[in-house]
């Protein structure tokens, strides 16, 4: 004990820097392989899409680089030789329609569950959550009927109608939370100041709580963008269908696959989500965790 | 301008009674403020005037006016938060004419009102800035600013202060008097600091369980508090309570406070309390009158020594804690006459500046 | 002052008990603003979830030209089948393997981007969430190239290292490997995000207190960071749960079930049954045997949301 308490000063503070260091160095040594096993699919899929058909299917050359030069030529066949644009314009289409729809209703419900009572409201909440966590996968057979039965079968409007059952319960719920982490002073000094139930929303809540309209946004964004369960149901002719499907399915044409050309659909296809991450990956982020953390 | 009336006014939320049976009389350009401990229904009071919460029975009027279904726009009053409640989204400029553009007054208009207040609260730099970039004591500026803008027939603040630190306080507590000076408009202010009630009011309403204790200046509820409640909650350090007997002694009175220790009561109240001799009392006495012996012409019979427990020194004075049968009980003495912890010490008390409670009934008497 | 009475006109001489009216009046017409707000949401969920859901449950007890109620026929029916039991065993293994990797590779990769100096975290953390970001169904169809039987790039690493070639897709039981590991690449970000923020929000002078105590790096984890963490662990927990046992997209891409049926999971068998073959009833059927374990978990989830609700409260 004494031993040690002399000797501490001097030892103790090297060995200190000396484990930080050590524990630093295997961090990043781990970090790595994670981020090879992470990054290996979409380094592969950009790796295949800039060869050449040739190279692609010879089989003794490495897989993992670009022996014979870089060419865009699988990028060319793409947009000129498939249906490819296509269903990236339904997909445009069908997305902006679902994020607008998505936001106007959940923010208007959020609004008024998270500052309004009314009977069933706290209910009414709870069962949002609940609705949440039903998958797509239990509902995509009876919506076939309903969607049938409204005549939108292969029809990409059909996604307009389904897809907010996928990002409505959701954007709602974390809503709820941003509008409730406002200080209510904010709604009274507000009220004082005259303003009227939708002033206070559009002028007040929806600025305070923006990082959270730009999070939830985001959701419904990429949640909408990357939809495959309702697609592959309900739409099959190529006129009709969006890009998940699009390109998954009927890209696939002859019987030998074009892997080039199918690697280079897959990365524009998820190119809109990837650039949107990249540009605003902390607001992705808190919409993310929002769901468990808020509410 | 206007005064502000509560009639028998109740409170109540569920089952709970907040506010019980409240009535006051707020005449015109008076600067009046509502003090007691948290729950003691304060706020809720302010905030019905405000509008922000219903009035279960009674009446609020404000003008004249019965405002009890007027909803908080319309009833030209402005309120400043304890947190500020600024928007931060907006600059403060925005912040303090929000209320002017949604009751869409022309813009010239607007500029020159709200440059007019910056100009009152020395935040005329201010005006681009967001609430983050303020400190606490400009933002309760800005608050106040947008108070001030909107030109209101009542001011209301909701203990504004509490969230700022110790020496902002009494600079914004000077800056908010001031303002009142120049503005001269009807207020009603919040709050549990008994400090800050008697340096800003005109008149203090010490507010306590959902009823009024006593309304009066500050001087008054200081010197002639009317219960138990408002001598103990007003003045700091707080007001020595010990319980005592009242015994004749011929013409005079003794007040016994322990088998020791005996005061003779002053012939001045004699008269006053010769009812109660016998009774089981509450004696009251403020530190400040138990000092050193000092002075002239002082009476023997109120020295007394004691043993010391506990000393803080405060720099101008010394406050000297000791035990009565028990009770703590706490002097203000001279700091060179402080002795250290241990050690007796001889002290005067001053028993004309003597309450006496009566417990059954909580009243001063 | 003018105002007030210029705007209320009537109001000062009603006597009292119309005052009243008038103000239930006032919070009657706040409430049904609230109402109206929320009933485009009331609308899409009843109409396009609650109705559906138990419009499935009627589906299920159909005949597959919807002409005939079975009763449990069609649940009678997929128990008796052998192809079913492995469904649901598949679906068994292939949640919860995967959400156990997941979890741990969240839990390790949280920790160690927590290790790092923060300005480096934000980098990290970008990097590793992507696989999350892309949609999974173009993501699959990468993975799906990287076992091609005859292209296959981790084959030609394997010959490289003088290995033999590994039937990723083509052999059952490698099958059941590839798509729980495209599962775990794609999910396991989501619960480093999950972790980290939690991590994040444990204080550091918990930290501090428990060094000066003397506990070392392990206790620190064990008796801090884990019971901190507790909460938000269960909630990612299960609630991936309820998503991997749902999954569709990656085994309907990369197997469609093949071979011999020893991929299929709940969502891709309905979707064989309900929408390919054709027999709506029957997929409904297949569906609704994902309900109960939903069911469960949204239990404790919800739970969980409202305790950590009241913890930040």
């Keep these: 004990m004494t031993a040690a308490v002399a000797e501490y000063p001097r030892a103790g503070g090297a060995s200190l820097k000396r484990n930080r260091r050590w524990a630093l160095f295997t961090s990043y040594f781990f970090l790595i392989l994670f981020a090879i096993f992470f990054l290996t699919p979409p380094y592969y899929m950009i790796v295949t899409s800039l060869k050449s058909d040739a190279e692609v299917a010879h089989l003794a050359s490495n897989p993992w680089i670009i022996a014979n030069g870089v060419t865009l030529e699988q990028y060319r066949l793409l947009f000129r030789e498939t249906d490819f644009l296509i269903y990236f314009k339904n997909t445009v289409i069908v997305t902006l329609c679902v994020v607008t729809i998505t936001m106007v209703v959940s923010v208007l419900a959020a609004f008024s569950l998270s500052r309004m009572r009314f009977w069933g409201s706290g209910i009414l909440a709870t069962g949002i959550f609940l609705t949440y966590l039903i998958p797509d996968t239990l509902l995509f057979i009876p919506l076939f009927q309903i969607v049938r039965g409204l005549g939108l079968l292969n029809s990409y409007w ?36 005259g303003a009227g139930h939708m002033q206070m929303l559009l002028k007040i809540f929806i600025p305070v709580a923006l990082p959270g309209i730009i999070a939830a946004t985001i959701f419904a964004f990429t949640v909408s963008w990357a939809a495959f369960v309702y697609p592959i ?22 019987d030998v696959y074009k892997w080039g050309m199918l690697m280079a659909g897959a990365l524009v296809a998820a190119a809109p989500p990837l650039i949107v991450y990249a540009f605003l990956m902390d607001y992705y982020i808190a919409g993310l965790t929002a769901g468990a953390t808020k509410g | 301008m206007a005064d502000v009336a509560l009639r028998d006014v109740v409170k109540r939320f569920d089952e709970v009674e907040a506010v019980r049976n409240i009535s006051l009389n707020i005449p015109d350009s008076e600067f009046v403020v509502l003090v007691g401990p948290s729950g003691c229904g304060k706020s809720t009071t302010l905030r019905m005037i405000a509008g922000l919460e219903e009035v279960t029975e009674g009446e609020i009027l404000i003008g004249g006016n019965v405002v009890n279904d007027v909803p908080p726009k319309d009833r030209d009053i402005a309120m400043v938060f304890q947190n500020y409640a600024l928007y931060p989204h907006m600059t403060v400029f925005e912040n303090m004419s929000f209320g002017l553009r949604l009751r869409r007054t022309p813009k010239a208009e607007i500029r020159a009102r709200v440059e007019q207040a910056a100009k009152i609260l020395d935040i005329t730099e201010l005006l681009d800035r967001r609430p983050k970039q303020l400190s606490g004591g400009q933002r309760q500026r800005v608050a106040m600013g947008r108070a001030i803008v909107r030109n209101p027939k009542v001011f209301l603040f909701d203990e504004p202060l509490s969230n700022l630190d110790a020496k902002l306080r009494v600079q914004m507590r000077t800056e908010i008097k001031r303002v009142h000076q120049k503005v001269k408009t009807t207020t009603v202010y919040v709050t549990h600091d008994q400090v800050e009630a008697m340096t800003l009011a005109d008149r203090v309403v010490v507010m306590n369980g959902g009823r009024i204790e006593q309304i009066g200046r500050p001087h008054d509820l200081y010197h002639r508090p009317k219960t138990h409640f408002v001598a103990g909650f007003i003045g700091s350090p707080a007001m020595n309570f010990l319980p005592a007997r009242l015994q004749p002694n011929g013409e005079a009175l003794m007040l016994r406070l322990s ?32 000092t050193e012996p000092r002075g002239e012409e002082r009476d023997p019979r109120y020295e007394f020594s004691m043993t010391v427990d506990v000393i803080e020194p405060m720099g101008m004075e010394t406050m000297v804690f000791f035990t009565v049968h028990g009770k703590e009980v706490c002097a203000r003495v001279e700091p060179t006459a402080a002795k250290p912890p241990g050690q007796p010490i001889r002290l005067y008390a001053n028993l004309n500046h003597m309450h006496l409670i009566d417990p059954a009934t909580e009243s001063v008497l | 002052m003018v105002d007030i009475v210029r705007r209320y006109p009537g109001q000062l001489a009603k006597p009292a008990f119309q005052r009243r009216a008038g103000m239930r009046q006032f919070v009657r017409r706040r409430t049904t603003i609230a109402f109206l707000m929320c009933l485009p949401l009331i609308v899409i969920v009843a109409g396009l979830i609650i109705y559906p859901a138990l419009y499935s449950i009627f589906l299920a007890t159909l005949n597959k030209a919807q002409t005939r109620f079975l009763g449990l026929g069609n649940f009678s029916y997929l128990l008796s089948r052998d192809t079913f039991w492995m469904v649901i065993e598949q679906s068994a293994i292939f949640a919860l393997t995967a959400v156990f990797f997941k979890a741990l590779i969240g839990l390790v990769t949280a920790h160690l981007v927590n290790n790092l100096p923060s300005k480096g975290q934000r980098k990290w953390r970008g990097m590793l969430l992507v696989p999350w970001v892309i949609p999974l169904a173009l993501s699959t169809l990468g993975w799906w190239w990287l076992f091609d039987p005859t292209h296959s790039a981790f084959n030609w690493l394997i010959r490289g290292f003088g290995g033999t070639d590994v039937p990723w897709l083509s052999d059952p039981y490698w099958a059941r490997f590839s798509v729980i590991l495209v599962n775990v690449w794609y999910g396991a970000p989501f619960f480093l995000i999950m972790y980290l923020a939690a991590l994040k929000s444990v204080p550091e002078q918990l930290y501090e207190a428990a060094q000066i105590d003397g506990a070392n790096a392990w206790q620190r984890f064990l008796h801090i960071t884990l019971p901190m963490m507790q909460n938000i662990i269960a909630i990612t927990v299960l609630f991936s749960l309820i998503v991997t046992f749902a999954n569709f997209d990656i085994v309907q891409i990369m197997t469609a079930g093949g071979p011999r049926n020893m991929t299929h999971v709940f969502a891709t068998y309905a979707f064989l049954l309900g929408i390919r073959s054709g027999d709506l009833p029957l997929g409904a059927a297949v569906s609704l045997f994902m309900f109960p374990i939903l069911a469960v978990s949204a239990v404790f989830i919800l739970r969980g949301v409202r305790k950590r609700g009241r913890e930040i409260g």
């Design chain 1, 233 to 254: 149901a309900f739409l099959f002719s190529a006129d009709q269908q969006v890009l998940t499907v699009g390109t998954v399915t009927s890209l696939i044409k002859a």
């Design chain 1, 158 to 193: 059909s996604m307009v109608l389904v897809y907010p059952t996928l990002t409505v319960p959701f954007c709602t719920w974390i809503m709820i939370g941003y509008f409730q982490s406002i200080p209510k002073e904010l709604d009274e000094a507000a009220l004082i100041d």
């Design chain 2, 259 to 290: 088998p020791e220790l005996a005061f003779p009561v002053p012939p001045a109240h004699a008269a006053r309390y010769r009812p109660s001799v016998g009774k089981d009392l509450i004696f009251g006495l403020r530190p400040e009158h138990i």
